[in-house]
């Protein structure tokens, strides 16, 4: 360990929450930007865009399969630090398996198919908006993002919309509740409850095959010449399910407080395509829902001149990348026409590059543009924003309330959008 420059970094600490960018600044700035983090079974850590860049493309030297052996050996500790305790797909599997299982998720993730997806997400959100249209409050969180994303994958997936709050619930609160904390036990059995839904819904369509959904074409696509088990499927449900939404929820939420802040921006986002999709990028660099995710080297190989052996564990540092100023320059200035904006790594890089970026953006698009002309003037009430303690994967908020002059319904079912409200709140 001599020759290693060792850093305190524990990225589920509430301190590392709070000062995550300082520390990422301080590490590039020592001369010896690549340090190693005793922290859960040690890992890597660099802020450099071309060195997070390079491990998330790099298949040959760095893995995130997720095995699991009895005798303790193999590479594969999948995404997360510690590891997580089953194995999630496509994200925790290495090509070209990876690849396979993205092509039978199909068309719906294309950029054709977010858009043709597109008029059925307004109406979801129109319903969320009406039920609070008229009493001139909101919280973005809870009465919209935390909802409507949910509720877009369980579409996607043919999953009952009955069960929407509880996905709803699970899925905002399991992204910031910490072993220990109140709520976390029972935001584990809800994602238990999830899976057995999902366990049964595959075992019946393996039985009574449906009419081609993203379920009947994960079980009879072939996948070098087998069949994904029940148990792959509903690992690549799963992962659809709890991993698009409050990270699309998150780039909303940070998006709407910042234009609370910067209101001489909502004209023109309303109204201007090329300028909204251009902000879009910004908003995802800045705000990087996503801060990291882990790899292990699969060989030795060196990150910046930093030896890097075999089996060590190294951070994708997503956010810190984000703000290397080799690459945006004034890295802190949230500019919305920043022509390199684009270079972020807020959806990976490489062959595992976020499944469901298509459907993120205009998840996004649609609800940050439908609170803009709805609600024009709404005003975030600050002291009463409640950020995530820590930061697991993602760095959001839990409430975002607001206030604003009220309006009129305009077609929407607010009655579903309430209950799944009511139990998120
Ligand atoms: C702003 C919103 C989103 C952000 C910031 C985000 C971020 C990411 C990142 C960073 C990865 C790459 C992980 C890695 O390389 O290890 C990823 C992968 C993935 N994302 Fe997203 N995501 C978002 C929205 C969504 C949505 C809406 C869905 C689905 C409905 C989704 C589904 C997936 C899947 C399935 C993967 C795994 C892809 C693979 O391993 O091949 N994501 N996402």
Redesign the pocket.
Known sequence: MTDRRTIDLDHHSQEYADSYHQVADELRGSGCPVAWSEHHGGFWVTPGHADVARV?RDDDYFT?DHERREDGGGLGQG?QRPPGPVRT?????HSPF?QF??QL?GPA?SPAGAKQFEPRFLEMVTECLDAVIETGRVDFSEDLAAIT?VR??ME?IGLPADRLPLYAKVSHESSYLAPGQPGFDEAMAGIGEIQSDVIGLVSERKKNPGEGGLIDRLLVGDVRGRQLSEDEVVG?LM??IL???D??A??TLQTLRWLHHNPEHRARLLTDDAYFATATEEF?RVF???VQ?F?VATQDTELSGQPVRRGESVM?W?AAANRDPAVFADPYEVRLDRREANRH?????????????H???M??RTMVREVLRRMPDYQIDESAVDRYHTVKTIDGLMHLPAVFTPGSREGGRPAAAAAAAAAVA
């Open positions: 998330a995130q995404v797909l496509p994200i925790e599997s990876t299982i993205r998720c993730f994303t877009a994958t996607l690549v992962s659809l991993g698009g939404g990270t699309t998150t780039l995802l990087t829902p996503n995710i790899r994708m997503w790594l807020s959806f990976g890089n490489g062959t595992h590059r976020c499944l469901g970026q459907i993120a953006r998840e996004f």
